[in-house]
């Protein structure tokens, strides 16, 4: 099973500011990683398939990167809506597994 | 609209069996992966297992094989998700999950189902 690692579990950060979460993956998982939003008592929103691609209707500020192990999720200027835990996951291999979870929290 | 709408919430005995559904409208069920995923309260997410209806196709986490069974019927696009013997470690909501058509996103969530197993 791949284990999915973020970091850091907790981000302090004042709105406006740009935001980097990161997320390692145990063994490589090619480009094949999702990142999603949950926001307190909500399902969660998918940001981001195919490791960089935004999907439908997420905002241009959330832009993502990386292959292999090593990825990010990067907010270019944090707004208020955006604070709340964020999830990766890949899909590379079954059985899909996610990572623990960034809790981004206002400084 | 698409959709995803799960069963209510349960409360169960250790030992108890149940069975939670999801029954999804909108969009052609059987030709999605449809899957469940775990989540304890205040802790992160687990997927436990998927299917494609169209083929019958069914594929478990090791954590979760065994323990419980994945059926879809096909004829109401309804996905269940069974237990023939709840422990109090089986306390969470599950939710319903379909995962994108041409991408491996989920796409559609259910609203979830909060199970609680106490004696």
């Known amino acids: 099973e791949t284990v999915m690692t973020q970091s850091p579990v907790t981000l302090s950060v004042s709105p406006g500011e740009r935001v980097t979460l990161s997320c390692r993956a145990s063994?490589?998982?090619?480009?094949?990683v999702v990142w999603y939003q949950q926001k307190p008592g909500q399902t969660p929103r998918l940001l981001i398939y195919g490791a960089s691609t935004r999907a439908f209707g997420i905002p241009a500020r959330f832009s993502a990167s990386g292959s292999g192990t090593e990825f990010t999720l990067t907010i270019s200027s944090l707004q208020s809506e955006d604070l709340t835990v964020y999830y990766c996951?890949?899909?590379?291999?079954?059985?899909?597994?996610f990572g623990q979870g960034t809790k981004v929290e206002i400084k | 609209e698409v959709q995803l709408v799960q069963s209510g919430a349960e409360v169960k005995k250790p030992g108890e069996s149940l069975r939670i559904s999801c029954q999804g409208s909108g969009f052609f069920f059987s030709s999605y992966w449809i899957g469940w995923v775990r989540q304890v309260p205040g802790k992160g997410l687990e997927w436990m297992g998927i299917?494609?209806?169209?083929?019958?196709?069914?594929k478990y986490s090791p954590a979760f094989e065994g323990r419980v069974t994945i059926s879809v019927e096909t004829t109401i696009d309804t996905l269940y998700l069974q237990w023939n013997s709840l422990k109090a470690s089986d306390t969470a909501i599950y939710y319903c999950a379909r995962r994108g058509l041409n991408y491996y996103g989920v796409d559609v969530w259910g609203q979830g189902t909060t199970v609680t197993v106490s004696s």
């Open positions: 996951q890949q899909y590379n291999n079954w059985p899909w597994t």
């Open positions: 299917t494609f209806p169209r083929e019958s196709n069914t």
């Open positions: 063994q490589s998982v090619s480009r094949d």
